[in-house]
């Protein structure tokens, strides 16, 4: 079964740093991996998602990860982060075949300092 | 115009009652899901059904029932509620049951049991 662990519980960078959340999954074979990001009080909201080709994918609000399989990784960046990007964000794999479920890593939080 | 609706979005009640989440997607998907949320933000699947069939089943008590009465529509209903259920619930939608979709998630439904 897949499995994914984010190793830091809580982030914080000041608006206008880059930011890296780190990500790390396992699983046999290629998976297919996911960033989700979860505002306060909201539900959540793709980012991004890799299944194959080209492991540098860009998403949505600025975000971009790349999957390294050496690794087994699958870290999320953001060149400059803005105030209202603070939120959980959860990195999600998914295996081809078999139960079809993501699993969901236990989330980080970010906080923006101004 | 909401994607994937849930009511209601705060549920508060005493031990031993039985509730109800209804959940309701626009988006023509065919898969629907539960998730609980517990106080440390980790997210979990329940239950997924496929064209309101099921075909995930965590280990969850049989105090949970899902009911879907369309591909629509994903129902909660729990039985017996316990201080453990207190959690926030959301309800998803996907294209279809592969793992590679992306999951559009409901607000929640965070629910205390006193």
């Known amino acids: 079964a897949q499995s994914v662990t984010q190793p830091d519980i809580h982030i914080t960078v000041s608006e206008g740093a880059s930011l890296e959340l780190r990500c790390n999954y396992s699983?046999?074979?290629?998976?297919?991996l996911f960033w989700y990001v979860q505002s306060p009080g909201q539900g959540l909201q793709l980012l991004l998602k890799?299944?194959?080709?080209?492991?540098l994918v860009q998403g949505i609000k600025g975000f971009e990860a790349e999957f390294k399989r050496s690794q087994s990784s699958f870290n999320l960046r953001k060149p400059s982060v803005h105030w209202s990007d603070a939120a959980e964000y959860f990195c999600?794999?998914?295996?081809?075949?078999?139960?079809?479920?993501?699993?969901f890593g236990k989330g980080t939080k970010l906080t923006v300092n101004p | 115009d909401t994607a994937v609706s849930q009511t209601p979005k705060y549920l508060v009640t005493q031990m031993g009652n039985d509730k109800s989440i209804k959940c309701e997607q626009n988006?023509?998907?065919?898969?629907m899901y539960w998730y609980k949320q517990d106080s440390k933000k980790f997210l979990k699947i329940m239950f997924s059904?496929?064209?309101?069939?099921?075909?995930i089943n965590e280990t969850v008590p049989n105090r949970f029932s899902p009911k879907s009465p369309d591909k629509a529509h994903l129902n909660l209903h729990i039985n017996s509620l316990e201080l453990g259920d207190s959690a926030v619930y959301f309800c998803?939608?996907?294209?279809?049951?592969?793992?590679?979709?992306?999951?559009?998630f409901g607000p929640g439904t965070r629910l205390t049991v006193l």
């Open positions: 998803a939608s996907s294209q279809d049951h592969g793992s590679y979709n992306e999951q559009f």
């Open positions: 699983y046999g074979a290629t998976p297919y």
């Open positions: 890799y299944f194959s080709g080209d492991t």
């Open positions: 999600a794999v998914g295996a081809q075949g078999g139960s079809e479920k993501l699993v």
């Open positions: 988006l023509g998907h065919d898969t």
């Open positions: 059904y496929n064209n309101k069939e099921l075909i």
